[in-house]
């Protein structure tokens, strides 16, 4: 990620490959002149900075290889490539001027080197006469982090010294006291207000526990709207996208209509989730198919599927020892799924989706939740996304999409939800730099609280030669950045703003409130609200919070599973998964729930069962097998377990170097085991208290005859789990 920072950096200030192997080049001779005058921590950081931008030039010369090989080239190059044209070839670059003679150019503090160099090449023919007109406000330059250059506007009035400078002044938003509040931030003159609305003061409200604030905010909403004002005037702001999952669930606890903006990824969401999960398992049907996912896929409410008959029917499976799909054939929803399989390979992809949308109920079910219009957006979006891959390709099928949207999880990429457009009046929840240019009659600062806005530390893993960044950040307060977002927040409101935080914060030791910025507001615009009233309220509220939702048993349920338990034993690894998860434990552990198995425990199956041959072997005639017959059970074990061509190949390498040299390590400590993969708690029972115990050692060795000490042995492939190891 710090690499791929770093290149993105390079590219939109204009730096090729080239150019950036001069400055390395340069960087590297001034170390060699005056390392031998540096102390032992500034030659250390030298050396450093050398040794990681010479990796990173030689990075950046096989990517920009890769991307000519492919034939491609990335967001940044879109620009890039057009500036180079114009700065390396006049003719063509007089077509565009002749054709393109005005320029107009908005938000002008967001732009970067890249952009702030193709506009001054179109305009270059006019030299400081052209017809140029640039919008911009340095106090809202918000977007450092993806590029923006604040030098841009120094430069602007360097090349074009006549240009009329239009000063804007008047503000038709916010109250004199916003205005007067945010002033300080910028260190700047308030702006004339143009307004009607009574001025309030800035409400600051500090609590002790982020669970009070939260009731605060939720209560303090609820309150707006019952004396009349529309949620739609309502917004809370919030700094980073993941305390926006946070107000979500909060919203829907305590329902409040809210609208959600910010740019979520909507591939994360509960519902994109389950219908996406429902396309793997259709598209697996042909092939091999993680039972686990099919079991959990039918037991989605909109799939009406008998949940006490699923369960029988996995307990079937588990003693027939069948796979779910095969005890699965004659249901009708199983036909359903087969059926689906069978019509995508017919259908267009686009009619695929709609038909599995529509046909597994989950429409149906979206339309009767509280607040439909939230997930029929995140599925627009996912809708959208499929045209757009169908416009690319348009022989795309189902079970393309479905490899394409794998490859999208283990590259990370996102699928941002757009912007719910509603008729309906509901709360705004959004980024500060998603707020920007909008406006709301209340705001809301969430979670108001230092090294969350402001004072954050920042690990700059890859530092660039001096000069690269145009504008001179050293010069610049490390937390103006952060300081002119908080201005924009602040400044989004009309009339009232509330800033909110807490002390302690159970996912950040560092979060405690207040930010820093609130020694920049002038203290006759603050006010402080008396929050005692939901501290004292504390053990309500945090019954409310704490309250587990009552378990789901199903009709019948109780009945079949006290059968299933009267005749259970627990062992090691079955209790393990209970204190794990209680649900997991039922599926896994009394259900036993089919599931194809992970490529990591197949590997783990092949590695055991090498060291179980090793040990009968030797148990069994007194001599130690080779290391080739040693290797060649894990390999002909492996070969049995179900893995993909690259896994196997893949698993293969792991385990024949590390089965050697654990067997080079252990050779002349092998002796015969007392047993081999021995039973214990089956035919004589083994109890604690109450609880009959069953399980299976690996190996057990004799330590002492005489005192009859044993040393229980369990072959672990895994990263180890034990306290203190």
């Known amino acids: ?356 949308f529509q046909e597994s109920g989950l429409m149906d079910y979206i339309l009767k939740l509280p607040q439909p219009i939230t997930e029929l957006n995140r599925f627009s979006t996912l809708f959208e996304d499929v045209k757009n891959q169908l416009a690319t390709n348009p022989s795309l099928d189902l079970f393309g999409y479905v490899k394409n949207l794998d490859l999208m999880e283990q590259h990370g990429v996102k699928m941002p939800e757009s912007t719910l457009v509603s008729d309906k009046e509901a709360v705004t929840l959004t980024t500060a730099h998603k707020a920007k240019g909008r406006e709301w009659l209340i705001v809301y600062v969430y979670r108001f609280a230092d090294t969350h806005w402001g004072n954050k530390t920042i690990r700059q893993m890859i530092k660039l030669p001096t000069g690269i960044i145009s504008s001179d950040l050293s010069k610049e307060d490390k937390n103006a950045d952060e300081r002119r977002l908080f201005y924009v927040a602040l400044t989004r409101a009309k009339q009232e703003v509330y800033l909110s935080g807490a002390t302690t914060y159970s996912h950040s030791t560092r979060m405690i409130f207040p930010a820093m910025f609130l020694s920049d507001l002038p203290k006759e615009h603050l006010k402080e609200i008396k929050t005692e009233k939901y501290e004292k309220n504390a053990p309500q509220i945090l019954a409310d919070l704490l309250t587990p939702a009552a378990p789901t048993v199903h009709d019948g349920e109780e009945e079949y599973l006290k059968e299933i338990v009267a005749n259970f034993k627990l062992s090691p690894t079955a209790l393990n998964t209970y204190l794990q998860c209680h649900y997991k434990f039922k599926l896994d552990n009394l259900y036993r729930i089919p599931r194809v198995k992970a490529p990591a425990m197949c590997f783990g199956t092949a590695v055991h069962v090498a060291l179980e041959n090793l040990h009968r072997k030797l148990a069994k005639t007194g001599k130690l097998e080779t290391k080739k017959e040693f290797i060649s059970d894990f390999e002909a074990a492996l070969k049995r377990e179900v893995l993909s061509e690259s896994e196997l190949k893949d698993r293969l390498v792991h385990g024949q170097k590390t089965l050697s040299a654990y067997y080079d390590h252990y050779r002349n400590e092998f002796k015969p085991p007392l047993f081999t993969e021995k039973n214990f708690g089956y035919t004589n029972p083994i109890l604690l208290d109450d609880i009959p115990l069953s399980g299976k050692s690996d190996r057990v060795d004799l330590i002492n005859k005489k005192n009859k000490a044993v040393r229980f042995i369990d072959y672990k492939t895994g990263a180890p789990k034990t306290r203190g190891v």
């Open 1 to 356: 990620r710090d690499i791929i920072s770093s290149l993105s950096d390079l590219k939109r200030e204009g730096i090729t490959v080239n150019k950036f192997a001069q400055l390395v080049r340069s960087l590297g001779q001034d170390f060699e002149a005056e390392k031998d005058s540096l102390g032992k921590t500034a030659f250390a950081e030298k050396e450093k900075l050398v040794s990681k931008n010479v990796d990173l030039l030689a990075i950046y010369k096989k990517y920009q290889a890769e991307l000519i090989r492919l034939g491609r080239f990335d967001y940044e190059d879109m620009i890039n490539w057009v500036v180079e044209a114009f700065e390396s070839d006049p003719e063509f670059l007089l077509a565009y001027q002749e054709k393109f003679q005005y320029f107009l150019v908005d938000e002008y503090q967001d732009t970067n080197s890249a952009q702030n160099r193709l506009i001054f090449a179109l305009a270059s023919f006019w030299g400081e006469k052209a017809n140029i007109f640039v919008v911009g406000d340095t106090d809202q330059s918000i977007y450092r982090f993806q590029g923006a250059n604040l030098e841009n506007t120094h430069q602007f009035e360097n090349k074009f010294p006549s240009a009329v400078k239009i000063t804007l002044d008047q503000n038709y938003r916010s109250t004199p006291v916003i205005l007067s509040s945010a002033a300080p931030l910028i260190a700047g003159s308030p702006l004339n207000h143009n307004v009607v609305h009574e001025p309030k003061p800035v409400k600051v409200a500090k609590f002790n526990s982020s669970v009070f604030e939260d009731e605060f905010l939720a209560r303090s909403i609820k309150d707006k709207i019952k004396i009349g004002i529309s949620p739609s005037d309502i917004a809370v702001i919030v700094k980073e996208n993941k305390d926006l999952d946070h107000l979500v669930n909060l919203m829907k606890q305590k329902g409040i209509p809210y609208r959600l903006e910010g740019g979520t990824n909507i591939l994360t969401t509960p519902l994109i989730n389950q219908f996406l999960k429902i396309l793997h398992v259709v598209t697996s049907l042909h092939g091999s198919i993680d039972d686990l996912d099919l079991f959990i896929v039918l037991n989605y409410p909109y799939i009406n599927f008998d949940s006490l008959a699923l369960l029988k029917l996995s307990r079937t499976a588990h003693v027939n020892k069948q796979p779910l799909v095969d005890v699965l054939q004659d249901t009708e929803i199983f036909n359903l799924f087969v059926s689906w399989g069978q019509s995508a390979s017919s259908l267009t992809l686009s009619e695929s989706f709609q038909k599995i």
